[in-house]
């Protein structure tokens, strides 16, 4: 459903992504980690329009999406979840939640009210503007308005960010559910979150593919932590 080929990243003289080939099949949640700098964000920011593919191409659904602008490929239902959120300070949760009917370019998605069953601690917050939510709140604000704009694909960075635990535990359980519907890709620094909900992951260092393989096979710590130091002959497909 996603298929990227030899992406490559680079600012300037950084390069920040090089040669990554990566698939999300339909079906599947998929986990993309990695130490900091190795490139996870730059590689969904690639895919999402918002910096330049230097080479290599993205494929949504066998159509070639690479350079496209982050908006038509948000109406392509390509809907990324950033890092940080993102959420609108000064609308309320349920208007910030209506926000993402821009981006549903008339495709069926998930209610507002479809949200408030899925994530009820956001019900009481309905009116609250977003500046007075906490990080976990906007997290769930954020793949709230990410589900309204009807995702065939959801793009996730590092939804754990600066979450106590019992929040992880909150959104995750979140995910899990969303992911038996729609696709993910998500990027963690959080690897035990992520691997409980992924069915595959690939780890990214210094910008390259390090290691790759089932959820169950990173779970074998000793490889997980040789490519997050950068041993490449870690790797396995
Ligand atoms: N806008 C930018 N301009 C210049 N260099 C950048 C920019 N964004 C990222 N980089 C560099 O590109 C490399 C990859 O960064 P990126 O943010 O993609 O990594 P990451 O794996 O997401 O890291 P983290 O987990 O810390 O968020 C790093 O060396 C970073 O310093």
């Given at each position: 459903?996603l298929e990227i080929t030899g992406l490559c990243v680079d600012y300037g003289t950084t390069r920040a992504v090089v040669g990554l080939d990566l698939?999300?099949?339909?079906?599947?949640?998929?986990?993309l980690?990695?130490?900091?700098g190795?490139g996870k964000t730059s590689t969904l920011h690639a895919v999402s329009g918002l910096v330049p593919v230097t080479r290599g191409t993205v494929l949504f659904?066998?159509a070639d999406i690479t350079g496209h602008s982050p908006s038509e490929i948000a109406?392509r239902?390509l809907?990324h979840?950033p890092e940080?959120?993102?959420?609108?300070?000064?609308?309320?949760?349920?208007?910030?939640?209506?926000?993402?009917?821009?981006?549903?370019?008339?495709?069926?998605?998930?209610?507002?009210?479809?949200?408030?069953?899925?994530?009820?601690?956001?019900?009481?917050?309905?009116?609250?503007?977003?500046?007075?939510?906490?990080?976990?709140?906007?997290?769930?604000?954020?793949?709230?308005?990410?589900?309204?704009?009807?995702?065939?694909?959801?793009l996730?960075d590092?939804?754990?960010?600066?979450?106590?635990?019992?929040?992880?535990?909150?959104?995750?359980?979140?995910?899990?559910?969303?992911?038996?519907?729609?696709?993910?890709?998500?990027v963690?620094?959080?690897?035990?979150?992520?691997?409980?909900?992924?069915?595959?992951?690939?780890?990214l260092?210094?910008g390259?593919?390090?290691?790759?393989?089932?959820?169950?096979?990173?779970?074998?710590?000793?490889?997980?932590?040789?490519?997050?130091?950068?041993?490449?002959?870690?790797?396995?497909?």
């Amino acid at each position: 459903m996603l298929e990227i080929t030899g992406l490559c990243v680079d600012y300037g003289t950084t390069r920040a992504v090089v040669g990554l080939d990566l698939r999300v099949d339909a079906g599947e949640a998929v986990a993309l980690l990695g130490p900091n700098g190795a490139g996870k964000t730059s590689t969904l920011h690639a895919v999402s329009g918002l910096v330049p593919v230097t080479r290599g191409t993205v494929l949504f659904d066998g159509a070639d999406i690479t350079g496209h602008s982050p908006s038509e490929i948000a109406r392509r239902g390509l809907v990324h979840v950033p890092e940080g959120r993102r959420v609108f300070p000064s609308l309320s949760v349920d208007e910030n939640l209506r926000m993402g009917r821009i981006a549903a370019a008339g495709r069926k998605g998930w209610t507002e009210a479809d949200v408030y069953d899925l994530l009820p601690a956001l019900v009481p917050l309905r009116d609250r503007a977003g500046y007075a939510l906490s990080g976990g709140e906007q997290q769930m604000v954020a793949i709230g308005r990410a589900l309204v704009s009807a995702p065939r694909m959801l793009l996730l960075d590092e939804p754990s960010l600066g979450l106590a635990p019992v929040v992880v535990q909150a959104v995750y359980g979140a995910l899990a559910r969303i992911a038996a519907d729609v696709p993910v890709l998500v990027v963690e620094q959080n690897t035990v979150a992520a691997l409980k909900l992924c069915h595959r992951g690939f780890v990214l260092s210094a910008g390259r593919l390090a290691l790759s393989g089932t959820a169950d096979e990173l779970g074998d710590r000793d490889s997980l932590l040789a490519s997050f130091l950068g041993k490449r002959d870690a790797a396995h497909a």
